[in-house]
């Protein structure tokens, strides 16, 4: 038995008879019945929604037969908002900027124009004047390839196989992986590929940028159904999460503690003030490699106190930092020129 046709939303139904009556083609029930497929009931309901309640000016003329508008509607006004809501909408509009270059980037604008596309006949606002007050900015925004990404999202959406060349960070050629992708996940301005790699038969990370000569196999499979994104990088700091079980905590001094409490660091984050004006922070996570370099960034503003295995890694960070620093600097030597015929 076949399954019945599901008929369209009524919200692009009317979206749908407002384009034909913008255009000036004459409509008639007869003629929505057929395309919308629904009834003459709901047409006549839909209709007059419009007209009554969005106040379209839907007249009908029975001497044709046919619906029209009296004057021109160049948009529809299907979103009523409030201040806050229109600053809720500048802020978003501003953080597709943020977007640039990354493969959604004119997906988001298009996204934001048919949200805000409603909203002209009711509320108009100046970029020069209200967008100037939000601004985005995220240093060292990744970049991706928009032929690995689509290649990989398709093959996330429909659980098919991939397999491509994957470069790990300082190797200067990449090596075949064949990998079951379960998750694109967006982290720390740069884009990561969760998968099952077939050949370790383990799930591992890949960041897009270094994923180049993507094939995508035939062959599917079923993600698991206990996997998680957010239960991946639950012990993550950021992406890289781990087997371990580390207690973190780290002293950060008064001159940076207000900048530490305004931030949510991780999910499992402790904060205790100190008497000095300080703060220590605790988080217990996977692997270390990303908070060393986090704790590093704050310079003599932050000590590790726990693990120890930590503190040794910060402790022979610093020491080979400081011996760099100490030498004396070289300086460039200039390219040689070469002679003159």
């Given at each position: 038995m076949l399954a019945p046709k599901l008929s369209r939303p009524p919200l692009e139904r009317m979206l749908r008879i407002h384009e034909e009556l913008r255009r000036g083609t004459p409509i008639n029930c007869t003629h929505l019945v057929r395309d919308l497929e629904v009834s003459r009931k709901t047409i006549v309901r839909d209709i007059a929604f419009m007209r009554d309640r969005l106040d379209l000016p839907?007249?009908?003329?029975p001497q044709v037969n046919?619906?029209?508008?009296?004057?021109?509607?160049?948009?529809f006004p299907a979103v009523q908002v409030t201040e806050g809501e229109l600053m809720a909408l500048l802020v978003a509009r501003r953080a597709v900027e943020q977007y640039q270059?990354?493969?959604?980037?004119?997906?988001?604008?298009?996204?934001?124009?048919?949200?805000?596309?409603?909203l002209k006949d009711r509320i108009s606002f100046s970029p020069t004047d209200e967008l100037s007050s939000v601004s985005f900015k995220n240093m060292g925004l990744g970049k991706a390839d928009l032929t690995v990404f689509n290649a990989l999202s398709a093959a996330v959406l429909k659980q098919q196989e991939v397999s491509f060349d994957y470069r790990k960070p300082g190797?200067?050629?990449?090596?075949?992986?064949?990998?079951?992708?379960?998750?694109?996940?967006h982290r720390q301005n740069l884009?990561?590929?969760?998968?099952?790699?077939?050949?370790?038969?383990?799930?591992?990370?890949?960041?897009?940028?270094?994923?180049?000569?993507?094939?995508?196999?035939?062959?599917?499979?079923?993600?698991?159904?206990?996997?998680?994104?957010?239960?991946?990088?639950?012990?993550?700091?950021?992406?890289?999460?781990?087997?371990?079980?580390?207690?973190?905590?780290i002293r950060f001094s008064a001159r940076v503690a207000d900048r530490v409490r305004e931030r949510v660091w991780h999910d499992t984050q402790a904060l205790n003030a100190l008497p000095?004006?300080?703060?220590?922070?605790?988080?217990?996570?996977?692997?270390?490699?990303?908070?060393?370099?986090?704790?590093?960034?704050?310079?003599?503003?932050?000590e590790v106190l726990a693990p120890k295995e930590l503190r040794q890694r910060i402790r022979k960070t610093a020491t080979a930092l400081a011996a760099r620093y100490h030498r004396k600097r070289r300086t460039p030597s200039k390219p040689r020129r070469s002679p003159r015929h």
């Open positions: 839907i007249e009908y003329n046919a619906y029209y508008y009296t004057h021109p509607v160049n948009a270059g990354t493969p959604f980037h004119r997906q988001l604008e298009i996204a934001f124009d048919k949200l805000t596309g409603g190797d200067a050629r990449g090596t075949r992986r064949h990998v079951q992708p379960y998750h694109l996940s884009w990561y590929l969760i998968g099952h790699d077939t050949e370790r038969a383990a799930l591992r990370t890949f960041a897009l940028p270094r994923i180049a000569a993507v094939r995508v196999s035939t062959a599917t499979f079923v993600r698991p159904q206990d996997f998680s994104p957010e239960k991946f990088f639950a012990n993550a700091l950021g992406v890289l999460g781990g087997s371990k079980d580390y207690h973190v905590q000095d004006g300080g703060v220590v922070l605790t988080l217990q996570l996977g692997a270390l490699p990303e908070v060393e370099s986090w704790v590093l960034s704050w310079g003599d503003d932050a």
